[in-house]
Each structure stands twice: as structure tokens, then as C-alpha cells.
């Protein structure tokens, strides 16, 4: 006959139930956490860099007001509130991108097109000989509204303007 030895219960509490209790406990604070995390999230989309309080969304949807240059479709192209020359334009997607990289590669044909067409607008309008096109990516490259925007910068002969890093290039190449 075989003999089965009956689960010692005393023994379970003593030394299994503390594990228990801790898995229990890790198991809660692993729910907090994913909740915590949901939350946080649902936060940064109503204070972060999202819809809501962006900037060039309102201005794109056309809750306020801007002076636009151009629009089709997928762009629109707006005066620059704090212009560096004269004209100074900005060329924004309607939709919402943060820099360059995250632009999806098939709005890259219209983007060009869109920056074509304000560029020469602009250039007619003001009588330009040409003009810079900046894109800032990102903090560390200047880039201080996280909507991605091409900068339109008109020139002309004697406008006097000095773009640091085009300068910085000149310079460097006339002491060689
Ligand atoms: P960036 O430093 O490349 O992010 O450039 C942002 C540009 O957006 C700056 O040149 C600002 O003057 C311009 N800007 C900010 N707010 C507005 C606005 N409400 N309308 C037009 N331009 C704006």
C-alpha cells in the first residue's frame, strides 16, 4: 500500500505564504504601474506637443489666425510672425509631424511642390533673387515649434542678412 503524506498546511503559511502575499503585492504594483502609464500617457496628449495645444495645428486647422501665402491639399505656407527678412515664410503639412524624419517619405513630392510654389510667390511678390530653405530638427538644431517647417528666406542683393552657418562655411572656405 502506498502511503501519501498529507500536505503539511503549517509549513505552506510559514514559508510559501510570504512568497505568495509578495507575488500578490508585485502583481498590484505591476497594474498600478500600467495604469499610472496610461494615464501619464492620456496626459501628455492633452499637455504635451499634441493637437490640442500645438500651435501650428490650430494655425493648420485654421482655429488662429496666420497669414497665408499658400495651400493646397496637404500644405499650407504662412508669414513667419517674427520674420528674419522680408517675407520670411514658414511651409507646414496640415497634419502633424514633429521633424523631417517623421514626415512620411510619400509626402515628400508635394512638400517640394508646396515649397516650389510659395517660393516662387514670394519671389515674384518681393522681387527676390533667391532665398534659403532651413529645416530645424529638432532642440540642439534650433528648432523650437515641434511641427515639422520648412524656412522660406528670401535674399537679395545687399540684404545685409547672415545666416551663422552659411557664413561659418564662407569663412572657412576663403582661408583655404
Ligand atoms: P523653429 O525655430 O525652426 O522651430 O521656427 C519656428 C518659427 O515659427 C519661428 O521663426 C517663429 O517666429 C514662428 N512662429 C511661432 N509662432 C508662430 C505663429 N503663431 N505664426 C507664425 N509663425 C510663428
Known amino acids: 500500500m502506498i502511503h501519501v503524506d498529507a500536505p503539511d498546511f503549517s509549513l505552506w503559511v510559514v514559508h510559501k ?6 507575488a500578490m503585492a508585485e502583481e498590484k504594483i505591476k497594474e498600478e504601474y500600467i495604469q499610472c502609464k496610461s494615464k501619464i500617457s492620456e496626459h501628455a496628449n492633452i499637455f504635451g506637443d499634441k493637437e490640442d495645444v500645438c ?3 490650430k494655425i493648420a486647422k485654421g482655429e488662429i489666425p496666420s497669414e497665408k501665402v499658400y495651400e493646397d491639399d496637404n500644405f499650407i505656407s504662412i508669414l513667419d510672425i517674427n520674420p528674419e527678412t522680408e517675407g520670411h515664410t514658414l ?11 517623421d514626415t512620411p517619405n510619400t509626402l515628400g513630392n508635394e512638400f517640394l511642390e508646396a515649397i516650389k510654389n510659395t517660393s516662387l510667390r514670394l519671389i515674384d511678390k518681393h ?3 533667391g532665398f534659403n530653405l532651413v529645416f530645424n530638427n529638432s532642440k ?7 511641427y515639422v517647417h ?3 528666406m528670401l535674399r ?3 540684404d545685409g542678412m547672415k545666416l551663422k552657418m552659411i ?6 572656405k576663403d582661408q583655404k
Do not use: S
Not at 17 to 22: A, D, E, G, T, V
Open 127 to 129: 522681387k527676390a533673387e
Open 167 to 172: 557664413n561659418g562655411l564662407r569663412d572657412k
Open 150 to 152: 520648412a524656412h522660406i
Open 91 to 101: 511651409v507646414i503639412p496640415k497634419k502633424h509631424f514633429k521633424t523631417i524624419l
Open 156 to 158: 537679395k542683393l545687399g
Open 55 to 57: 500651435i501650428f495645428c
Open 17 to 22: 505564504y510570504p512568497l505568495f502575499l509578495r
Open 140 to 146: 540642439i538644431a534650433g528648432q523650437e515649434v515641434d
